[in-house]
């Protein structure tokens, strides 16, 4: 079956530019996670959604980071007024309401000048 | 907080012999999962294997193996017979069973299968 999917695959903005980052969950899948994997960084967790109930924001870095979740299935991370240091690999995963592995999609790479 | 460790950067390893790649965890929870994840040259982020805490046998996928070591607080990650596709940079992971859901990951070890 299908894996997750996201796109774009590769984004080049420029500082101060928004972005928005989809994410499509593998059917059936109700929880839905964003990371991000930096240089620096390496992997964070950035936000959670679970049916429908209220998202886990916790690991927003900032206020210009949002995301939301339609229909309790695709993902839209929005990136506000973004900075150089913005730039990383975004990642999605999708697992089971119940099950104990995340599967993760190819990643979003964006790069801000 | 939870926290893991991989203190090995890069790994390197001949063609069909077995390595070890280590990994540490400190949480105080008694309740959590821990996972290993393998990232190739492509990005893409690939479930290798799942220990569950309570999990009294180490858990096995193929020629994958997790030495699960609770007392330590160690789950390294044990791949036999190594391939050259096997080449890749492996996460350990660990995520609670109760309150916060997310994974956390360690830094990655870069592991080289030479011919």
């Known amino acids: 079956g299908a894996g997750v999917s996201q796109s774009p695959s590769n984004k080049v903005t420029e500082k101060g530019k928004d972005v928005e980052l989809r994410c499509d969950p593998i059917?059936?899948?109700?929880?839905l996670y964003w990371y991000r994997q930096s240089l620096g960084q390496g992997l964070e967790f950035l936000i959670y959604?679970?049916?429908?109930?209220?998202?886990?924001k916790s690991g927003l870095p900032s206020d210009r980071f949002s995301a939301e979740r339609t229909g309790g299935s695709v993902s839209t991370l929005t990136i506000q007024r973004t900075q150089q240091e913005d730039s990383a690999v975004y990642l999605c995963?999708?697992?089971?309401?119940?099950?104990?592995?995340?599967?993760f999609g190819p990643g979003t790479r964006l790069l801000v000048l | 907080a939870q926290k893991i460790t991989q203190t090995q950067p890069g790994m390197f390893v001949q063609e069909k012999e077995a390595v070890t790649l280590d990994c540490t965890y400190d949480?105080?929870?008694?309740?959590?999962?821990l996972f290993w994840y393998k990232q190739p040259s492509s990005g893409e982020m690939i479930f290798l294997i799942y220990?569950?805490?309570?999990?009294?046998q180490n858990a096995t996928e193929g020629r994958y193996s997790l030495n699960f070591q609770k007392a330590r607080k160690s789950a390294n990650l044990v791949i036999s017979a190594s391939q050259l596709g096997d080449s890749a940079m492996y996460f350990c992971?660990?995520?609670?069973?109760?309150?916060?859901?997310?994974?956390?990951f360690g830094s990655g070890t870069r592991l080289q299968v030479q011919p």
């Open positions: 995963a999708s697992s089971l309401p119940s099950g104990e592995t995340q599967y």
């Open positions: 059917s059936g899948h109700t929880a």
């Open positions: 959604f679970q049916g429908n109930s209220a998202p886990d």
């Open positions: 949480t105080s929870d008694q309740s959590y999962g």
């Open positions: 220990q569950g805490s309570y999990d009294e």
């Open positions: 992971a660990m995520r609670l069973y109760t309150g916060r859901r997310a994974l956390t």
